[in-house]
């Protein structure tokens, strides 16, 4: 296909959660899923600056380096935040853009926080802090239908997480996340966007997703019944059916 989607994932997640939905996008387009950093395969470095800008900035450096043309962009809570960032630093670089359950009006972390990201060892806090909940649970909060949750999925999401280098990525990232872009910017974004969201989202609700669609000035609002949050692992084919009528 000359047309490419590039898909981008959510906070503490990868591309694994879109493996559900690629084997249906690869019928009809050539599809690019990034591993965002310091998540899933990509780099785990305390040096890199985990700022929404500069991750955009990293995939829009991507998809120039490998020549890509035709884009239509595509993320999931936090890669919908990323998609918006990307196409207000370079609209030219997509026709149209997908935002599933897309994070949105957010505020930088708190003061407090961010000081406390300094002291050493404060990436076991985070470790604890993410370990205290588990991945079941997590899981359980991102999706409606609890009988999907596998050994194969806990283990998919898990697995990023077993060495501490992650852990002082995500300290990095406290300090370097600026929020989410405000109702001005969001004003600006004039390229046509497709929104998909489950009705039952506890992450971000739909309240957020019917507001996004109001601030999104070409924007149309699918919302996806007895779903939760991670809507490419519960309801893939539909969102496939939604993105291909969008393309078309």
């Known amino acids: ?96 853009a997908v935002l599933l359950c897309s994070s949105s009006y957010s505020k930088r972390s708190k003061l407090p926080l961010i000081i406390g990201s300094y002291i050493p060892y404060f990436h076991l806090y985070v470790k604890f802090y993410l370990a205290r909940s588990g991945v079941v649970q997590n899981l359980q909060n991102v999706v409606h239908d609890h009988s999907l949750i596998s050994d194969e999925m806990l283990f998919g999401y898990l697995q990023p997480f077993l060495k501490d280098e992650i852990f002082l990525a995500l300290t990095r990232m406290i300090r370097d996340h600026e929020g989410d872009l405000s109702t001005s910017v969001l004003n600006q974004i004039t390229h046509p966007c497709l929104l998909i969201w489950g009705e039952h989202d ?20 699918v919302i996806l019944e007895e779903t939760g949050h991670l809507v490419p692992e519960e309801r893939p084919e539909d969102v496939f059916q939604h993105i291909k009528q969008f393309l078309a």
């Open 1 to 96: 296909s000359n047309k490419t989607l590039v898909l981008l994932h959510g906070f503490l997640s990868s591309t694994f959660s879109y493996r559900r939905l690629i084997p249906y996008l690869n019928k009809e387009f050539q599809v690019l899923s990034i591993d965002l950093p310091p998540f899933g395969k990509s780099g785990k470095s305390n040096k890199f600056i985990y700022s929404y800008r500069n991750l955009a900035q990293t995939v829009i450096q991507l998809i120039s380096l490998l020549g890509l043309k035709e884009i239509t962009l595509i993320g999931h809570s936090m890669g919908g935040q990323i998609v918006l960032n990307i196409l207000n630093q370079q609209p030219d670089i997509a026709e149209k």
């Open 202 to 221: 506890k992450v971000v609700p739909l309240t957020v997703g019917k507001r996004l669609s109001t601030d999104l000035r070409k924007s149309e609002l």
